[in-house]
Protein backbone atom coordinates (compact mmCIF):
# COMPACT_ATOMS: atom_id res chain seq x y z
CA UNK A 1 0.00 0.00 0.00
CA UNK A 2 1.58 3.36 -1.00
CA UNK A 3 2.03 5.92 1.35
CA UNK A 4 2.89 9.32 1.23
CA UNK A 5 2.80 11.38 4.25
CA UNK A 6 4.22 15.39 4.82
CA UNK A 7 4.96 17.20 7.75
CA UNK A 8 6.46 20.28 8.20
CA UNK A 9 3.59 23.07 7.86
CA UNK A 10 3.10 25.74 10.27
CA UNK A 11 1.89 29.45 11.66
CA UNK A 12 4.75 32.03 10.68
CA UNK A 13 5.14 35.21 9.74
CA UNK A 14 5.87 37.34 6.66
CA UNK A 15 9.78 36.76 5.74
CA UNK A 16 10.47 33.19 7.90
CA UNK A 17 11.51 29.79 6.50
CA UNK A 18 9.91 26.57 6.56
CA UNK A 19 10.74 22.81 5.29
CA UNK A 20 8.48 20.57 4.26
CA UNK A 21 9.25 16.76 4.18
CA UNK A 22 7.37 13.78 2.60
CA UNK A 23 7.81 10.64 3.04
CA UNK A 24 6.86 8.11 0.71
CA UNK A 25 6.54 4.22 1.05
CA UNK A 26 4.95 1.34 -0.74
CA UNK A 27 6.70 2.12 -4.05
CA UNK A 28 9.80 2.51 -5.49
CA UNK A 29 10.45 5.81 -4.52
CA UNK A 30 13.60 6.81 -7.29
CA UNK A 31 11.38 5.94 -10.22
CA UNK A 32 9.28 8.72 -9.45
CA UNK A 33 9.38 12.16 -10.16
CA UNK A 34 8.25 13.84 -7.04
CA UNK A 35 6.53 17.46 -6.53
CA UNK A 36 5.03 20.16 -4.04
CA UNK A 37 1.46 21.39 -4.89
CA UNK A 38 -0.19 23.55 -3.15
CA UNK A 39 -3.90 24.44 -2.63
CA UNK A 40 -5.32 28.40 -1.30
CA UNK A 41 -9.05 28.60 0.04
CA UNK A 42 -10.79 28.98 -3.28
CA UNK A 43 -8.65 28.29 -5.72
CA UNK A 44 -7.58 25.66 -7.81
CA UNK A 45 -4.55 23.27 -6.94
CA UNK A 46 -1.22 24.51 -8.17
CA UNK A 47 1.91 23.38 -9.10
CA UNK A 48 4.58 24.67 -6.87
CA UNK A 49 8.01 22.53 -7.45
CA UNK A 50 9.23 19.29 -8.79
CA UNK A 51 11.94 17.12 -8.89
CA UNK A 52 12.66 14.77 -11.24
CA UNK A 53 14.21 11.02 -10.91
CA UNK A 54 17.69 12.56 -12.12
CA UNK A 55 17.36 15.44 -10.01
CA UNK A 56 16.66 18.02 -12.03
CA UNK A 57 14.34 20.66 -10.26
CA UNK A 58 11.57 22.76 -11.86
CA UNK A 59 9.83 25.75 -10.04
CA UNK A 60 6.48 28.25 -10.54
CA UNK A 61 7.76 31.74 -11.21
CA UNK A 62 6.50 32.90 -7.54
CA UNK A 63 8.61 30.94 -5.75
CA UNK A 64 11.94 30.59 -7.99
CA UNK A 65 14.92 31.80 -5.43
CA UNK A 66 12.48 31.23 -2.50
CA UNK A 67 11.86 27.95 -2.63
CA UNK A 68 14.46 24.91 -3.26
CA UNK A 69 13.27 21.11 -3.75
CA UNK A 70 15.20 18.57 -2.86
CA UNK A 71 15.12 14.40 -2.97
CA UNK A 72 16.69 11.81 -0.49
CA UNK A 73 16.25 8.45 -2.20
CA UNK A 74 18.00 6.86 0.38
CA UNK A 75 15.20 7.89 2.98
CA UNK A 76 12.83 7.66 0.31
CA UNK A 77 11.92 11.30 1.34
CA UNK A 78 10.92 14.68 -0.56
CA UNK A 79 11.94 18.31 0.77
CA UNK A 80 10.50 21.84 0.61
CA UNK A 81 12.67 24.91 1.57
CA UNK A 82 10.58 27.01 1.91
CA UNK A 83 12.45 31.22 2.57
CA UNK A 84 11.20 34.42 2.50
CA UNK A 85 7.66 33.32 3.00
CA UNK A 86 4.96 35.53 1.92
CA UNK A 87 1.03 35.38 3.03
CA UNK A 88 0.46 34.78 -0.58
CA UNK A 89 1.96 31.50 0.21
CA UNK A 90 -0.83 30.47 2.65
CA UNK A 91 -2.18 27.33 1.43
CA UNK A 92 -2.09 23.41 2.07
CA UNK A 93 0.86 21.79 0.61
CA UNK A 94 0.40 18.50 -0.92
CA UNK A 95 3.21 16.11 -1.92
CA UNK A 96 2.60 14.35 -5.24
CA UNK A 97 4.14 11.42 -6.96
CA UNK A 98 4.71 11.22 -10.37
CA UNK A 99 5.36 7.44 -11.94
CA UNK A 100 4.52 8.09 -15.69
CA UNK A 101 6.00 11.36 -17.16
CA UNK A 102 9.36 13.16 -16.56
CA UNK A 103 7.74 16.02 -14.45
CA UNK A 104 4.52 17.15 -14.16
CA UNK A 105 2.60 20.56 -13.39
CA UNK A 106 -1.05 19.03 -14.21
CA UNK A 107 -2.70 17.83 -10.55
CA UNK A 108 -4.35 14.73 -12.87
CA UNK A 109 -1.28 13.58 -14.11
CA UNK A 110 0.08 12.61 -10.21
CA UNK A 111 -0.26 9.33 -9.29
CA UNK A 112 -0.44 9.46 -5.60
CA UNK A 113 -0.99 12.24 -3.29
CA UNK A 114 -0.40 12.83 0.47
CA UNK A 115 -2.69 14.29 2.62
CA UNK A 116 -1.40 17.85 2.72
CA UNK A 117 -0.23 19.92 5.21
CA UNK A 118 -1.18 23.61 6.24
CA UNK A 119 0.93 26.37 6.25
CA UNK A 120 0.10 30.27 7.21
CA UNK A 121 1.98 32.81 6.84
CA UNK A 122 1.00 36.23 8.50
CA UNK A 123 1.43 40.10 7.47
Known amino acids: QVQVVESGGGLVQAGDSLRLSCAAS????????MGWFRQAPGKEREFVAA???????YYVDSVKGRFTISRDNAKNTVYLQMNSLKPEDTAVYYC?????????????????WGQGTQVTVSS
Open 96 to 112: AADRHTYYTRTPGNIDY
Open 26 to 33: GLTFSNYA
Open 51 to 57: VTIGHST
